[in-house]
Antibody, heavy 121, light 107 residues
């Protein structure tokens, strides 16, 4: 049974750094073709992909946010961590982690429940 | 980045109706098109991958078609639990991008 769960602060101040952790089970991120992505959704808006990390440690970032994002994995702990620097109120959103599989056209087949992050002073 | 445009942005329908949602890509994405359903306060759920493949556990009333730039999600005989927002997503190139969503509401 595949599960993912996001954890991190619910409230951050402008200019602070956000650190989110995705803890997953039911699969290994050392398996060929597996990836974990971070995706966010501002209230009432569409989904925005942020970053993903592959089984072989390749990393990819949103073009518009790449200078602020860092993604990493700890395979032994089944965790993927995303940091986002210089947070702004426009970054207020629900942040999801999701599994991506190469054998199903790189679709996101399992998602965490999401964590709402509010940026406010 | 590849832009994904969905239409309509919302639609009203009755239980038992057939519903069709369209997604257009700004360039060819072959068949790298996925569809998700999202209910309020919940994470998206994968319905269709690779344009027309039904994800395991998804009812057969959902179907997808298309290739290149134009794609369709169809729901046959709409059920009460199908009232939700639907998103398309291209996985042809990085960054993966999503459509703006289509909200299906009860008529």
């Amino acid at each position: 049974q595949v599960t993912l769960r996001e954890s991190g602060p619910a409230l951050v101040k402008p200019t602070q750094t956000l650190t989110l952790t995705c803890t997953f089970s039911g699969f290994s991120l050392s398996t060929s073709g597996m990836s974990v992505s971070w995706i966010r959704q501002p209230p009432g808006k569409a989904l925005e992909w942020l970053a993903h990390i592959d089984w072989d440690d390749d990393k990819y970032y949103s073009t518009s946010l790449q200078t602020r994002l860092t993604i990493s994995k700890d395979t032994s702990k089944n965790q993927v961590v995303l940091t986002m620097t210089n947070m702004d109120p426009v970054d207020t959103a629900t942040y999801y982690c999701a599994r991506m599989r190469a054998d199903i056209a790189l679709a996101f087949d399992y998602w965490g429940q999401g964590t709402l992050v509010t940026v406010s002073s | 980045d590849i832009q994904m445009t969905q239409s309509p942005s919302s639609l009203s329908a009755s239980v038992g109706d057939r519903v069709t949602i369209t997604c257009r890509a700004s360039q060819s994405i072959r068949s790298y098109l996925n569809w998700y359903q999202q209910k309020p306060g919940k994470a998206p759920k994968l319905l269709i991958y690779a344009a027309s493949s039904l994800q395991s556990g998804v009812p057969a009333r959902f179907s997808g078609s298309g290739s290149g730039t134009d794609f369709t999600l169809s729901i046959n005989s709409l059920q009460p639990e199908d009232f939700a927002t639907y998103f398309c997503q291209q996985s042809y190139s990085t960054p993966p991008t999503f459509g703006q969503g289509t909200k299906v509401v009860i008529k």
